[in-house]
């Protein structure tokens, strides 16, 4: 089965929707954790590939760029369950509002037909694809919940954006340090993130600070 199917192959509540959102969320942070991990590995080992290639050992050279290469593969699989995983949660935030706005009105005729339009949709398909287009996921998702009635009303629902919700942090990080009389501590914390977006890390970004210390332990 898919991960909505499975979901909504039982009786379904805003609650029930709201705790499989938590174990995405949980999943989520697990997968951005990982690629961390697996980031600072491959950093490392390309260091290590450079001094061996400054002092021609080649069959060092040879192994490390074998893990290098594994390592690459390893953080493509991780990057893609990272994408699912946000479209999951999206999917999850999109149908809790639904859900929750119906059940206020009570209306258990636009419940069942929201229910059963998610469960013959095509959601887990676009998925499973290989190549997960966004696009397509979220057009199939604003299509359940139309024809239950529910145009879907973007400003009611802020959109997920958990890079703007790291820059946020780092920002909240900045100003810390700036009011607590530490200017030196967080002109160094402006620079790091200005030299974070321009190289586009966006792992970096959503990393909280205890976080990148922890992973760099």
Not at 8 to 25: H, P
Not at 75 to 104: C, F, H
Not at 148 to 176: H, M, Q, R, T, V
């Amino acid at each position: 089965m898919g991960f909505f199917r499975d979901l909504f192959s039982k009786k379904v509540t805003s609650e029930t929707l709201k705790a499989a959102l938590e174990g995405v969320e949980k999943n989520r942070k697990e997968r951005h954790l990982e690629l961390k991990k697996l980031s600072i590995r491959q950093n490392r080992l390309v260091d290590q590939a450079k001094e061996a290639r400054k002092k021609r050992r080649e069959v060092e050279l040879d192994g490390l760029w074998q893990e290098i290469k594994h390592l690459r593969m390893e953080i493509g699989i991780v990057q893609r369950e990272i994408k699912k995983l946000n479209l999951e949660a999206i999917g999850l935030k999109r149908y809790i509002w639904g859900l929750e706005r119906l059940e206020k009105e009570n209306n258990r005729e636009g419940i069942r037909t929201l229910l059963n339009r998610i469960r013959s949709s095509k959601l887990d398909v676009k998925l499973a694809a290989h190549d997960l287009k966004e696009r397509e996921y979220l057009e199939e998702l604003a299509m359940t919940l139309e024809e239950a009635g529910l145009g879907f009303e973007w400003e009611d629902i802020e959109e997920e954006d958990p890079l703007k919700e790291g820059f946020l942090k780092n920002l909240d990080s900045i100003i810390e340090a700036e009011e607590a009389g530490d200017k030196e501590k967080a002109k160094e914390k402006e620079e790091l993130l200005k030299l974070r977006l321009e190289e586009g890390g966006e792992d970096e970004l959503l990393m909280e600070e205890e976080e990148r210390k922890e992973m760099e332990t």
